[in-house]
């Protein structure tokens, strides 16, 4: 297979006077056609020569649309994939919300899967209750405060997406440093835990990293 040589066309920015169809582009050799809010359209992409481009001038002329401007744009490569592949979106920048409470589902995942694992340990039940002994807690109020605080995780998937930008990045700070607090309070001597536990705490860590580093302008 014999490679093509790398085109020279020169990309064009060519702005006209009021809007025109997106049913033009093959009349202006496929360049892309951008209606502009301010009531201008921008026809862009690559033109072959100084005589393709004066035939496009032609064209404008011909369907009787005010010349606005025609500007030369030096285009990277990527530009120019995206001018000639318009349908191609572009990349998006993920949003922080999106990803706070990504990682709170990743940590309301985890917290699952330990209590899972632990009633498999023998004697759990006796262990409960020792540590609700030393607590000075009944089991009762232990299961109580591991459901409220299941609860604060999973409220935090929703509370990420909906919060305004502000108060949401302090319900996400203060409730990471609590959840860590609880998930190392709580601790058993188990590796599955230990294991468990120090994964739930990275991803927390990243929840407070993420809020407090969320600028307004991302909201």
């Given amino acids: ?9 020169q990309f064009y920015e060519i702005r006209l006077k009021g809007h ?28 072959g020569d100084q005589a393709a481009l004066h035939g496009l001038l032609k064209k404008v002329r011909d369907i009787g649309m005010p010349l606005v401007s025609v500007v030369p744009v030096q285009a990277n490569l990527s530009e120019q994939g ?12 993920i949003e922080t919300k999106t990803l706070l409470s990504t990682l709170w ?3 309301m995942i985890n917290m699952l ?24 807690a009944s089991i009762s109020q232990l299961m109580l405060v591991g459901a409220v605080m299941g609860q604060i995780g999973i409220a935090m998937i929703v509370l990420s997406r909906v919060l305004k930008h502000v108060i949401n990045r302090r319900v996400n700070i203060v409730a990471g440093i609590v959840t860590i ?10 590796p599955h835990y230990i294991f468990i536990a120090s994964v ?20």
């Fill in 1 to 9: 297979m014999i490679d093509k040589p790398p085109s020279n066309d």
């Fill in 20 to 47: 025109l169809d997106t049913q033009w582009t093959t009349w202006f050799d496929g360049l892309t056609i951008t209606p502009e809010e301010n009531g201008n359209t921008l026809l862009s992409g690559p033109v």
């Fill in 82 to 93: 995206e001018k000639m592949n318009p349908g191609t979106p572009p990349a998006k920048k």
């Fill in 105 to 107: 589902i990743a940590v």
């Fill in 113 to 136: 899967k330990a209590d899972i694992l632990s009633l498999f340990i023998p004697g759990a039940a006796e262990e409960a209750a020792r540590t609700a002994a030393s607590a000075g």
């Fill in 181 to 190: 607090a609880y998930i190392w309070g709580g601790m058993a001597s188990y």
């Fill in 200 to 219: 739930e705490t990275l991803c927390l860590l990243l929840v407070i990293w993420f809020a407090w580093k969320w600028h307004n302008e991302e909201a």
